[in-house]
């Protein structure tokens, strides 16, 4: 009896323990899938009204390499 309820106490704190940290590493992926989305549509946006690469890195504080890797991927 003392056993079952130990692995049944157990087995609940495990499962709330992997809950917690899936809901915490979800969050945290998501943040940083919303600021890569954020940064694209800041550099797409600058582009799009005429600013050169060295322009939108100096006002972003993204790096000349970075703006261009965005600027690849979305003509994909």
Known sequence: EGLAEGLAEGLAEGLAKGKAEGIAEGKAEGLVE???????????????????????????????????????????
């Open 34 to 76: 919303g600021e890569a989305k954020g940064k694209t549509e800041i550099v797409n946006s600058m582009l799009s009204e005429g600013l050169d690469i060295k322009t939108i890195s100096r006002f972003t504080k993204i790096t000349e390499a970075e703006v261009q890797q965005i600027i690849d991927n979305s003509a994909e």
